[in-house]
């Protein structure tokens, strides 16, 4: 059996770092914490992305409060999905508890309670900043991705896009884009024909198909204007500490398609827009995202590899993405590959298929000399978990059975009061509140069409006409007869033969 001594040093050799860093707690050894045996994460490696997993009830959202936390302490602004509505107590300082205190005896550092800078995000008609795009912003290769389309159909959706550009038309909602799509095979068909090649009505039908079923997972909400500009994600708060933005999502968890559409196009809207920072001391902005299954569950392979590109690739520009879900096998091998932080709480062994599961676990784990870790993934308590990282050359970290710290803010959802509150006192809902409807190619096409409609009726009325002939007028002149019957003078005398005739 391992000494106290030699684990401590074991763990304090693996865990050192020059530069800045964030503590998750203390190493465990058969299941005792080593007091000042601290497990720290190194601000430089962050932007290497990470997993927390674990079975429901074990603390995952603690653990992602934890870190959202001590994130925005260092000046890194976060994002935080929030599927089950359960992170905004982050804005309310923690109640303490002698329970807390004990822990954190245990660990080696004190408890600190306090609020965090908090800004609530909405994709739907809950309240919140509203979070929208526009088509247009979307392209034509993630909106294809999406919408999970064949070659062919992905073909007519570039066409689109480029009819559009070339016409001046604004695509900004999917009221428009479907539009442009009926117009394409129908009044414009012509026109399209001679500038593109002739459109399939079946594909296109299959695109407008495709587009009503995302319509109705709420996505009419999503695109439009006022569009949002990531880089108000980034704020930071007079204090010096990162803004924790949390989107709300308690009412669109039974429609995936909208979430993912979401996360693709806020991904690519970041990795467009952010600069190259290669190695800094820090990265930019976290993301976490809550209930990852939701996304990998309902993605394409088309839309898997999208994903797959997005996390290779944006780390280079100061970001992280953090994985939270239930089992590691819940994300795809190629993305599970490039998570350099794992927070691995609990598993439960109550079936074969779990059992499996949890040997596949234990293997993305490093080897140690002081645990059996598949023993060990079903043995740990509430907020605790195996965690291995990525030192400051980016090297794996010893594997670290830990008691994790507490939240030092809320860990309770805020009020209705205070959720108004919150919401009332933001700069940016009152930014994003208004929403836009300018001309955009729906009006555009809809006047194109009346206009081609009125000549094409003027040109109907001129051919009914029979070319070189007259039309056929009335006479304007009188009869002679009635010309003199009816005359003034005539009457008169009419009138003075019965006046004599009467006397």
């Known amino acids: 059996m391992a000494s106290k001594e030699e684990f401590f040093e074991h763990i304090e050799n693996g865990y050192a770092t020059k530069g800045d860093y964030i503590t998750m707690g203390a190493a465990m050894l058969n299941r005792e914490a080593m007091t000042n045996a601290l497990v720290k994460v190194p601000l430089k490696t962050l932007n290497r992305h990470g997993l927390i997993a674990g079975a429901t009830g074990t603390g995952k959202t603690k653990t992602l409060q934890v870190l959202a936390e001590n994130l925005s302490d260092k000046g890194i602004p976060v994002l935080l999905m929030d599927l089950k509505g359960d992170l905004s107590g982050l804005a ?59 070659e062919t159909q992905e073909g007519i959706v570039a066409v689109i896009f480029k009819y559009c550009d070339d016409n001046k038309l604004p695509l ?9 799509l ?10 399209f024909t001679e500038e593109y090649g002739r459109i399939s009505t079946s594909s296109t039908g299959t695109i407008l198909r495709k587009i009503i079923e995302l319509e109705q997972q709420g996505a009419d909400l999503f695109f439009g204007e006022k569009s949002f500009e990531v880089n108000d994600l980034t704020r930071i708060d007079e204090n010096g500490r990162g803004y924790i933005n949390i989107i709300r999502l308690t009412d669109i968890q039974d429609r995936p398609k909208l979430f993912s559409t979401f996360m693709l ?4 809207e970041i990795y467009d827009t952010f600069p190259e920072l290669g190695d800094s001391e820090k990265p930019e902005l976290i993301l976490f995202i809550d209930e990852a299954h939701l996304i990998f569950n309902e993605a394409s392979k088309a839309l898997l590899d999208q994903i797959e590109s997005i996390v290779k690739l944006i780390r280079s520009k100061g970001i992280g993405l953090y994985f939270v879900t239930q089992n590691p096998t819940d994300v795809p091998n190629e993305v ?5 932080l794992k927070v691995q709480h609990a598993l439960r062994a109550f079936t074969a298929r ?22 060990v993934l079903t043995s740990l308590g509430i907020g605790e978990a195996l965690i291995s990282a990525l030192d400051e050359k980016g090297r794996p970290t010893p594997l670290a059975a830990t008691l994790l710290r507490a939240p030092m803010s809320r860990m309770d959802i805020l009020s209705e009061s205070e959720l108004k509150e919150l919401i009332d006192n933001s700069k940016l809902v009152k930014k994003y509140s208004e929403v836009i409807d300018r001309e955009s190619a729906y009006e555009i096409l809809n006047e194109k069409i009346e206009k ?4 094409a009726q003027k040109e109907k009325e001129k051919a009914q006409t029979p070319r070189g002939s007259t039309p056929t007028r009335r006479s304007t002149r009188q009869n002679p007869v009635i010309k003199v019957l009816t005359s003034a003078t005539f009457i008169r005398g009419v009138l003075g033969v019965l006046k004599k005739v009467m006397r």
């Open 336 to 340: 599970l590959a490039q998570l350099g």
């Open 92 to 150: 309310q300082p923690s109640p303490g508890h002698p329970k807390i205190d004990e822990r954190h005896a245990k660990i080696g550092i004190p408890f600190e309670s306090k609020k965090f800078p908090v800004e609530i995000l909405s994709l739907s008609e809950q309240d919140g900043v509203k979070l929208r795009a526009t088509v247009s912003e979307f392209g034509p290769i993630l909106l294809s991705r999406i919408l999970d389309l064949s």
């Open 172 to 180: 900004l909602d999917l009221k428009d884009f479907k539009k442009v």
């Open 354 to 375: 779990d059992r499996k599961a949890i040997k596949l676990t234990a293997e993305n784990y490093p080897i140690s000399d002081y645990y059996d870790t598949k023993e």
């Open 265 to 268: 196009s806020l991904l690519a």
């Open 182 to 191: 009926q117009y394409a095979t129908g009044e414009g068909k012509k026109e």
């Open 452 to 455: 081609a409609e009125e000549l």
